[in-house]
């Protein structure tokens, strides 16, 4: 069994986490911890949750953390990277932006935060279906951001071909509120969102050089993009529409996809002109893509479509985890999308 622990339990990351986890067959929970909601079982707070262990305090969890194979972090940005520095024996997959970039001065620039001795931690980026030999053997985990997610894994087949005409990549993204977390804010009250959609840090969201880093990475040289997010009025999901360049036929780009994916449990490549919706992918791990392509500009438009909450979080987690302790991938994950 793997001995498992979730600081920062109480957040909608961590209580799916810990959903994705009580159906898991190998999976013991050791400690679960919050800032806010210590001192009292979980089941307490959040009934549904039918969890009896009680929530430990942040610096009694780390201490307790230390004889877990795995500690998930689902913590806010900047206090991953201080528990990392406190764990020297577990396994770390972090929910957070810390341990993303491949260049600290970029989350600083970022995330407005310094990233003291960054150079000691092996670290390795999360995706799943790109880095999967490397996650076997990784000590720590960066679990990528939603948004990231959805368009990278739409855009890796394309740019490991080196298609692309044009080296920017226009990227709108609609994403459903609880991507914004827990938040007692009146800009994401129902009154504010709901019949209702808006974007926000447009062109300069936090996401963008997550993006530009790892899509760079698969083209082999500097690619950017203008990504454009908004909120819309839903719960739960993630729909990307990318524009890009290309000469490659539809066709074409359509079995490149189909075969890059082939072995992928949890990416479905639909037929072109299908298009899919964020209906599909409620409650599940599973991402769909879909492509067109308006010939008269050479413009490819893909879309993808996923629960930001599971495939955009937790449940990669711990699809990562199961990589990273020779289970298969989709132990905990095989539950089908809740429809509708």
């Known amino acids: 069994m793997i001995k498992v622990s979730?600081?920062?339990?109480?957040?909608?990351?961590?209580?799916?986490?810990?959903?994705?986890?009580?159906?898991?067959?190998?999976?013991?929970?050791?400690?679960?911890?919050?800032?806010?909601?210590?001192?009292?079982?979980?089941?307490?707070?959040?009934?549904?949750?039918?969890?009896?262990?009680?929530?430990?305090?942040?610096e009694r969890s780390i201490e307790l953390a230390q004889e877990s194979d795995v500690v998930f972090l689902a913590v806010p940005t900047g206090v991953s990277y201080e528990i990392a520095n406190k764990l020297s024996k577990p396994k770390i997959i972090d929910l957070g932006a810390d341990f993303r970039f491949n260049d600290p001065k970029v989350y600083e620039q970022w995330y407005g935060k310094k990233l003291e001795n960054y150079e000691k931690f092996d670290r390795v980026y999360g995706l799943t279906e790109i880095y999967r030999e490397q996650i076997r053997n990784a000590r720590i985990v960066a679990n990528p951001g939603c948004y990231p997610t959805s368009?990278?894994?739409?855009?890796?087949?394309?740019?490991?071909?080196?298609?692309?005409?044009?080296?920017?990549?226009?990227?709108?993204?609609?994403?459903?509120?609880?991507?914004?977390?827990?938040?007692?804010?009146?800009?994401?009250?129902?009154?504010?969102?709901n019949e209702g959609m808006k974007p926000y840090s447009v062109v300069n969201h936090r996401h963008v050089p997550e993006m530009e880093q790892e899509l760079s990475k698969l083209f082999g040289e500097k690619v950017q993009l203008v990504f454009t997010p908004q909120l819309a009025p839903m719960t739960r999901g993630i729909l990307s529409t990318i524009y890009v360049k290309t000469k490659a036929s539809l066709l074409d780009v359509y079995h490149l996809y189909k075969k890059f994916y082939e072995k992928e449990k949890f990416v479905h490549v639909l037929e072109p002109n299908v298009f899919p919706s964020t209906k599909w992918t409620v409650g599940s791990n599973h991402v769909f893509i879909s492509m067109t392509k308006?010939?008269?500009?050479?413009?490819?438009?893909?879309?993808?479509?996923?629960?930001?909450?599971?495939?955009?979080a937790s449940g990669q987690a711990v699809q990562n985890m199961n990589v990273m302790f020779s289970l298969e991938e989709d132990l905990g994950l095989v539950e089908n999308p809740i429809f509708p």
């Open 6 to 58: 979730i600081v920062g339990v109480t957040g909608y990351t961590g209580l799916e986490l810990l959903r994705i986890l009580k159906r898991h067959p190998y999976v013991n929970l050791e400690v679960i911890s919050s800032k806010s909601h210590a001192g009292k079982s979980l089941s307490y707070h959040f009934p549904f949750s039918f969890e009896e262990k009680m929530i430990e305090d942040l």
């Open 151 to 193: 368009v990278i894994l739409a855009l890796a087949p394309l740019l490991k071909e080196k298609l692309l005409l044009d080296q920017t990549i226009t990227v709108d993204s609609k994403s459903g509120v609880s991507g914004a977390g827990r938040k007692d804010s009146a800009e994401y009250s129902f009154c504010e969102l």
């Open 294 to 312: 308006d010939e008269r500009t050479d413009t490819l438009v893909l879309i993808s479509v996923l629960d930001n909450l599971v495939k955009g």
